[in-house]
């Protein structure tokens, strides 16, 4: 369930929005006047959070950092355990210099060879390239995708 404060706040905009589109008078108006989902996971279906993934990392890769970090955050609350938040937001952590908040904000995320190719990349930028190319070669050796594997063996090669 979310919290009574979120539930309140949905449903007044759920009301705010009715009030500016009229009577309903067709099956997307009237879904303004539905009770708000129990659940986050209710707010947003796979396909929403891989577009907003997108555009979090297009925002990225133009330098809007703040408008990055907040489709980031917003798919941390909604989709907490997903490796894209954490990537995403690692990310921007890198893109602002930050390294450390990088490393930080990558070993809070899930065990995946995307998290771990990542997370080595933020080790490397702090400096700790031992601990990099170690992370590296877990990745290497044991990754379920190869794609994961060809890219720390080349990564590692670098570092």
């Given amino acids: 369930m979310l919290p009574d404060t979120r539930r309140t706040e949905k449903t007044r905009c759920y009301s705010v929005?009715?009030?500016h589109v009229g009577p309903a008078k067709?099956?997307?108006v009237t879904t303004f006047h539905s009770p708000p989902p129990s659940s986050p996971n209710d707010l947003i279906g796979?396909?929403?959070?891989?577009l907003l993934a997108e555009i979090g990392f297009l925002a990225l890769s133009k330098g809007m950092h703040a408008e990055a970090e907040a489709i980031f955050d917003g798919i941390a609350v909604?989709?907490?355990d997903?490796?894209?938040?954490f990537i995403g937001r690692g990310l921007v952590a890198l893109a602002r210099g930050d390294a450390h908040a990088a490393v930080a904000i990558l070993r809070q995320g899930p065990k995946t060879d995307a998290v771990a190719t990542y997370l080595?990349?933020?080790?490397a930028r702090t400096g700790e390239r031992d601990a990099?190319?170690?992370?590296?070669?877990d990745v290497a050796d044991?990754?379920?995708?190869?794609?994961f594997a060809t890219a720390a063996r080349h990564i590692a090669a670098e570092i």
């Fill in 82 to 85: 997903q490796e894209v938040s």
């Fill in 142 to 147: 044991m990754a379920s995708d190869p794609t």
């Fill in 132 to 137: 990099a190319k170690e992370q590296l070669e």
């Fill in 17 to 19: 929005i009715a009030r």
């Fill in 120 to 123: 080595a990349l933020a080790l």
């Fill in 26 to 28: 067709d099956t997307a």
């Fill in 78 to 80: 909604v989709r907490p």
């Fill in 46 to 50: 796979s396909q929403d959070i891989r």
